[in-house]
DNA sequence: TTGTAAGCGTTATCAG
DNA sequence: CTGATAACGCTTACAA
């Protein structure tokens, strides 16, 4: 209840939070507009005196753009949508971690958006509600969308910055590449019976799904018997159970593709303690080439990765979404950034 | 230019992208504060009829309303900015997407932000930024905070979703749980020498040192000499130099408390690869309870954490957020969440 | 070189 | 029960 007429004078002193581009104005004596272009880099054709002034208010005031403001004038926010499936693959973490420091360089949120279960239609559904809401800057899609997906996105004006995957028969050159690599690889260390772990419970799996399909392709081409599919859980009984079932059925030696490195660890323990020989009645190569399989003994034989060239193809996307141009050369993944890495389990 | 009057008429079709609520009041025949209130569920009160109008004219035009617009008015988005550190806790990717899928149900989405290199101040920078530009609905802080950063943010008007970590001399509750849980397992199992593995690389590591130190305080307690600590890579070789040094100067029987399963897996493989017992010669406790060093052989012995659990936290953090409620009774992690998994590495 | 004014889509307040 | 109207903070023609 206090009268004191200071209480008034003294609120709109220089307060951290809140600070908008009219108090920045009234601060350095011009108007919004020029604070707004001035802050937005048309600093030419100013007189240089205004600009540091207005840059000076702004430091001194600790003004910081609202994002509502803009995203509401420009029709788009400064947000990209991070579309992750419901993948095997073990490096999530590390390619969410590498493209949101690439995005946030150029000034980017990531928001990240994770496939659950209720199926694709679901989650496309949950995506399209998102993008509708935020109206990002665009889209990375990790392998959670269909091509159909993807076009219709961009068809409502939203950008895909992901290289858009060629598919080849329903698969993308990324899952092709992999899968024909593991099983060329098989082959080439002597197994002619194959087959592919999945991972169990992870309950849509597309990858999965697309990687065993080209084992089967290549087994085919190479006149072999069609690989067996084995759902493997990640614990040791279970891994044990599935792969006994394989045994039985299949005989041995055995070459078993997997969905990623972690089943791969699962399969080769688990054949040691079925002491069965690994390598020799049982071949294992995983997918991932990440560090644990190379810390154990047997070292995991596995397929690797390049994440940090995959993720400069999406920087590439983004510069070419920004300055319009049209998406130059090859973005499509080299399929040489699959290589083996041979360990001590083929 | 045709100047036919259908075209006019025609003009405003149900078109997906852009429908405004604008659009939905005119179709509704209504303006558009009811059409706000309508589907911001101030039903009641409001003609069937009108609701039912309105409802369908907003199907209809597929509405959904513009995040950008709602936060400009409401000084505040649907956005929650995760804030991850740069942490050797194994399970991240598991956590982020638990509770990017508990907030997608309260619907708000998430944005990530990873601590990069640069130092605290830098990384804490950069939040702020976010959170100035953003404004976002809340902060959940998965270690990257201190409690003084965590206050200033909330000072700013962003509420912390996540719990107040309660410290005692540096260390969160967490950590300390964690740390001491593996000193004492060790201890038990008959370890009178101690020592600490840092994953090495990861340039800051808060929760690393804190863990250190609770261990040497725990030897300490017990009338033990102090812990060493060592800094494992994450490949065989570099895993075995830094072990050896280890035995070298600490002779043997040593247990080893180590900063993730990651690690654990590094120490007991390069054990046995020197011809040392494991256990006897040398113990080792990871953190984290993953899966993969359930597989291997030895088991590893760690420390398991109930995720689910901690997220459950975060959700009433939300609620209590909402409903303007004080945060109840008891937000902390309870201790009893901590639970060592014996392996066969102690 | 700078200012004026309009409008982006939403919600809150208050009047009818 | 419903509808004007006024913000919210920003950008951007266009005018001076």
Redesign the pocket.
């Known amino acids: 209840m206090s009268q004191d007429p200071e209480d008034v004078a003294v609120l709109p002193p220089p307060r951290r939070p809140?600070?908008?581009?009219?108090?920045?104005?009234r601060l350095?004596?011009?108007?919004?507009?020029?604070?707004?272009?001035?802050?937005?880099g048309?600093v030419?054709?100013?007189?240089?005196?205004?600009?540091g002034r207005v840059r000076d208010a702004a430091a001194r005031l600790g003004?910081?753009?609202?994002?509502?403001?803009?995203?509401?004038?420009?029709?788009r926010s400064d947000l990209v949508v991070l579309a992750v499936p419901n993948t095997t693959l073990t490096n999530v973490q590390d390619i969410i971690e590498a493209i949101a420091a690439d995005l946030d360089d150029l000034g980017y949120s990531v928001v990240v958006h994770f496939d659950r279960g209720g199926g694709a239609a679901a989650n496309l559904a949950r995506l399209q509600h998102v993008v509708d809401t935020l109206r990002p800057a665009g889209i990375v899609d990790l392998g959670s969308l269909s091509l159909r997906d993807l076009d219709t996105l961009e068809e409502q004006g939203c950008p895909i910055l992901s290289p858009r995957p060629r598919h080849v028969r329903g698969v993308d050159e990324g899952n092709l590449a992999i899968a024909r690599t593991q099983a060329e690889h098989l082959i080439d260390r002597g197994y002619t019976a194959l087959a592919y772990a999945f991972l169990v419970d992870h309950r849509d799996d597309p990858f999965g799904r697309m990687r065993a399909a080209v084992v089967a392709d290549v087994c085919a081409e190479a006149g072999l018997p069609a690989p067996t599919a084995i759902s493997v859980p990640l614990d040791a009984a279970g891994a044990q159970t599935a792969l006994c079932d394989l045994l039985r059925a299949r005989g041995r030696p055995v070459g078993i593709a997997c969905s990623n490195d972690e089943v791969g660890l699962a399969v080769s323990f688990a054949a040691l303690a079925l002491r069965a020989a690994v390598p020799g009645d049982v071949g294992v190569i995983g997918v991932g080439g990440g560090s644990v399989g190379q810390l154990v003994a047997p070292r995991l034989s596995t397929i690797t990765f390049d994440v940090r060239a995959s993720v400069g193809t999406i920087r590439r996307g983004v510069a070419a979404a920004r300055g319009g141009v049209a998406e130059d050369d090859d973005p499509t993944l080299s399929p040489e950034i699959f290589l083996v890495l041979q360990g001590e389990t083929t």
């Open positions: 809140g600070a908008t581009s009219a108090d920045v104005a350095a004596g011009v108007s919004r507009s020029t604070v707004s272009h001035i802050l937005n048309q030419t054709r100013f007189a240089e005196e205004t600009v003004y910081v753009p609202s994002a509502a403001g803009r995203s509401l004038v420009l029709g």
